[in-house]
C-alpha cells in the first residue's frame, strides 16, 4: 500500500537533574560541593533515507520518544546525555508542525533536522557556587519538554509524470515500460493513489510516476487531480497523455484535450506549467487511417513545439521512442540541474550566510499579559529557568530571586507597565513585583 501522509507524535528527551552532594575532606575538615549536573535529553531527529520508500510504517508506529538526559552523580560528575532518536523517513518528506507550518524539508538523501531539541540538564550544587554561596544546598531541575505532534508529507520525487484525463491509458503505458502493476481498467478515475515505476535503459534508470487523471477544473479541486499534483511539482518533466481514441470521434476534439489540460496545469502552477514535456498520443492501434494520425501530431507538434509521439501502450507501438526520449530528455533536465546547484555552491562562497538559532530566537522574546490584576510573563527562558527552579529548597528560590534580579527583569516589566505591588506570574512562580 502506497501512503502518503502520516500524522505522528514526538517527544524530546527530557533533561536530567542535577544533585546535591558535598564531599569532606577528613584531613583538613573541609566541605565542598560536589554535585554533578543533569545530561541533556536526547533530540528527535528526522533523516530523509533512499531506503525507506513510504510512509507506510508510520500508521502502526505513531508515538516517538527519545531519551531522556540521566541526573547528574557525586564527585561532580554529570548524567549521560540521553541519546537522540533518528527517525527515517523517504527521500522527499516534508515534515510540518500541527499548524502545518513547514519545519523541514528532506529532499535529499542524508539530510536531516533537529525536529524537537532535548531539554537542558540542571545544574548540580558543584556548578551553583558563587562567592556569596561556596556552600550551595540546592541544584536545578532538569528541563522538561513537551511533545508534539508533527506531519510528515510526501511529495514523490520522480523523473518523469504522465499526466492527462481519465482513461487515456497512463497506467498502461507505465505498466508497459516499467514492472509497475497498476489497475487498468475501461473507466475514469481507475487510479486513485500515484503509481511509481522505474524503467532501465542502458545500465541506467529513472523514475516514471502515473497519477490520477486530471478533468476540466482539477485545479481548483475537481475530481481527484489537484490533490496529486503537488506529487509532481518536482518531476523534472512531463508527459501529457491524450486518448488517441478521440481522434476517431472528431480531430480537432484532442487538439481541445491538450488545450484543457495545459490550462489546467497552468492554472494550478505556473512552475509546473513552465516544465519541459513531451506529447505522447495514445491508442493509436484504434485509427486505422494512419495519415489522420500523422496529421495530428503535426497540428500537435506546432502547436506545443514539442515532441509528439504516436503509441500505442497496449500493442507496443512507438514504445521504444517514447522511452528514448524520456531517458534522452530526463539526462538533460539532471544536467541542467547540477549545472545550476553548481551555479548555486558558487555564488554561495561569495556572500557570507549568518544564522540564528531559531531556539535562541525564540527564547529572547519577553510578552507580558494582563490577566485581572495580575500579569502573566510569557518568555520561554524565564519560564525555562523557573521550572527547573525547585521550589520546595528555599535556597533554591533564593537563587531564583537573585537571578531574577541579575537579569533586571523588575526594571523590564516596570519599563513595560506593569506597577510596583502587582502580582506577576511566571510559569509556577507567583510574586510581588517590589523595589
Ligand atoms: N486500444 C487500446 N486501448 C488502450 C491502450 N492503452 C490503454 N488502453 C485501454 O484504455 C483503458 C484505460 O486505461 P488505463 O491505463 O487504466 O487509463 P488511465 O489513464 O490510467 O486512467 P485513469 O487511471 O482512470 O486516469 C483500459 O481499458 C486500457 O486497456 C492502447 O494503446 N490501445
Ligand atoms: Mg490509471
Known amino acids: 500500500m502506497f501512503l502518503d501522509e502520516a500524522k505522528i507524535n514526538i517527544k524530546a528527551g527530557d533533561g536530567g537533574s542535577g544533585i546535591i552532594s558535598f564531599f569532606y575532606t577528613k584531613a583538613r575538615g573541609k566541605k565542598i560541593a560536589c554535585g554533578g549536573s543533569g545530561g541533556r535529553g536526547g533530540n528527535v531527529i528526522i533523516k530523509a533515507s533512499g531506503s525507506v520508500s513510504s510512509l507506510y510504517n508510520f500508521k502502526k508506529k505513531i508515538h516517538f520518544k527519545a531519551q531522556n538526559g540521566k541526573s547528574g552523580m557525586p564527585n561532580n560528575r554529570s548524567g549521560k546525555n540521553g541519546d537522540d532518536l533518528i527517525i527515517n523517513v523517504p527521500v522527499g518528506t516534508i515534515v510540518k508542525s500541527e499548524k502545518e507550518k513547514v519545519l523541514s524539508d528532506l529532499s535529499e538523501e542524508g539530510s536531516s533536522a533537529v525536529i524537537a531539541g532535548g531539554g537542558i540538564g540542571g545544574k548540580g550544587n558543584a556548578s551553583l557556587i558563587s562567592r556569596k554561596k561556596r556552600f550551595p544546598s540546592f541544584a536545578e531541575k532538569g528541563e522538561k519538554v513537551e511533545e508534539a505532534w508533527i506531519n510528515l508529507e510526501l511529495r514523490l520525487i520522480a523523473d518523469a509524470a504522465l499526466v492527462g484525463f481519465p482513461n487515456a491509458g497512463k497506467s498502461t503505458i507505465i505498466s508497459r515500460i516499467s514492472a509497475a502493476k497498476p489497475r487498468i481498467a475501461d473507466y475514469p478515475f481507475t487510479t486513485t493513489i500515484p503509481n511509481l515505476g522505474v524503467v532501465s535503459v542502458d545500465d541506467e534508470s529513472f523514475v516514471v510516476t502515473d497519477i490520477p487523471g486530471l478533468i476540466k477544473g482539477a485545479h481548483s479541486g475537481v475530481g481527484l487531480g489537484d490533490k496529486f499534483l503537488r506529487h509532481i511539482m518536482r518531476s523534472l518533466m512531463l508527459v501529457m497523455v491524450l486518448d488517441g481514441q478521440k481522434i476517431l470521434e472528431d480531430g480537432s476534439e484532442i487538439i481541445k484535450t491538450f488545450d484543457v489540460l495545459r490550462e489546467e496545469i497552468r492554472l494550478y502552477d505556473s512552475g509546473l506549467y513552465d516544465r519541459d514535456y513531451i506529447v505522447a498520443v495514445n491508442k493509436i492501434d484504434l485509427i486505422s487511417d494512419r495519415s489522420i494520425a500523422e496529421d495530428i501530431k503535426e497540428k500537435l507538434e506546432k502547436k506545443s513545439g514539442r515532441e509528439v509521439f504516436l503509441i500505442s501502450a497496449f500493442v507496443g507501438t512507438g514504445m521504444q521512442d517514447l522511452v528514448w526520449a524520456l531517458y534522452k530528455k530526463i539526462k538533460e533536465c539532471r544536467e541542467k540541474l547540477m549545472e ?53 529548597n528555599e535556597e533554591a528560590l533564593e537563587h531564583l530571586k537573585r537571578r531574577l534580579k541579575k537579569m533586571g527583569i523588575g526594571d523590564k516589566l516596570k519599563k513595560m507597565g506593569v506597577e510596583e505591588g502587582s502580582t506577576v506570574i511566571i510559569g509556577n512562580l507567583v510574586f510581588e513585583l517590589k523595589e
Open 340 to 392: 545550476e546547484k553548481e551555479k548555486e555552491l558558487k555564488s554561495c562562497d561569495a556572500v557570507k550566510i549568518y544564522t540564528v538559532d531559531a531556539r535562541k530566537l525564540e527564547d529572547e522574546k519577553m510578552e507580558v499579559r494582563r490577566q485581572g490584576n495580575e500579569y502573566v510573563i510569557e518568555s520561554k527562558k524565564l519560564e525555562r529557568i523557573v521550572s527547573m527552579t525547585d521550589f520546595e
